[in-house]
């Protein structure tokens, strides 16, 4: 398969793959940005950071567990099981939290999510930017990827100055 490169395009060899599995497969696709050695410093956040050091996650103990996340996987992230996070906390609620969805030795990746009802207050950059400051203390390379369609969180991405990679490509 000779395919010219577009990063918006499904690659050919990724979709026969996908039409040869026994079952539906579906494909999403968007861009993958890497950490720079220097993070843009985003505003302040309005609301209180916690991150995952001891007394953050003493503190967490103390959280409200947001609805999405299920209390083993809380239990999981709070007490560091799951890699670093940092938390923009209202009323003792996490209201926009980056963590480690994925990393090994020397990479992480970021995920990030954040209350429908304090989306736009920038509190997503400042989270990551919490979370890649805690992460960069182990980690060489930090990533951070989304959906083609999720225009908020690639301006996360701009905002932090984060450098584009490439485009990632799931298949579920």
Same mark, same amino acid.
């Given at each position: 398969?000779?395919?010219?490169?577009? =990063?918006?395009?499904?690659?050919?060899?990724?979709?026969?793959?996908?039409?040869?599995?026994? $079952?539906?497969?579906?494909?999403?696709?968007?861009?993958?940005?890497?950490? =720079?050695?220097?993070?843009?410093? #985003?505003?302040?956040? =309005?609301?209180?950071?916690?991150?995952?050091?001891?007394?953050?996650? +003493?503190? &967490?103990?103390?959280?409200?567990?947001?609805?999405?996340?299920? #209390?083993? @996987?809380?239990?999981?992230?709070?007490?560091?099981?799951?890699?670093?996070?940092?938390?923009?906390?209202?009323? +003792? @609620?996490?209201?926009?939290?980056?963590?480690?969805? !994925?990393?090994?030795?020397? !990479?992480?990746?970021?995920?990030?999510?954040?209350?429908?009802?304090?989306?736009?207050?920038?509190?997503? =950059? !400042?989270?990551?930017? &919490?979370?890649? $400051?805690?992460?960069?203390?182990?980690?060489?390379?930090?990533?951070?990827?989304?959906? !083609?369609?999720?225009? &908020?969180?690639?301006?996360?991405?701009?905002?932090?100055?984060?450098?584009?990679?490439?485009?990632?490509?799931? &298949? $579920?």
């Amino acid at each position: 398969m000779d395919q010219e490169y577009s =990063p918006d395009q499904l690659p050919d060899a990724l979709n026969c793959l996908a039409a040869n599995f026994d $079952r539906t497969v579906s494909v999403e696709g968007g861009p993958c940005f890497v950490f =720079p050695d220097r993070l843009s410093i #985003p505003d302040p956040a =309005p609301l209180p950071i916690i991150i995952s050091t001891t007394d953050g996650q +003493r503190a &967490a103990q103390h959280l409200i567990r947001p609805d999405n996340w299920q #209390p083993g @996987e809380w239990n999981e992230l709070i007490n560091g099981r799951m890699g670093e996070w940092a938390m923009a906390v209202h009323d +003792r @609620e996490p209201v926009s939290i980056c963590f480690t969805p !994925a990393s090994n030795a020397s !990479a992480a990746e970021a995920g990030i999510w954040t209350r429908p009802d304090f989306r736009g207050k920038r509190l997503a =950059p !400042a989270v990551v930017a &919490a979370w890649s $400051r805690r992460e960069h203390r182990t980690k060489t390379v930090l990533f951070y990827s989304t959906t !083609a369609d999720n225009h &908020a969180s690639q301006s996360v991405a701009r905002s932090l100055g984060l450098t584009p990679l490439g485009w990632i490509w799931t &298949a $579920r």
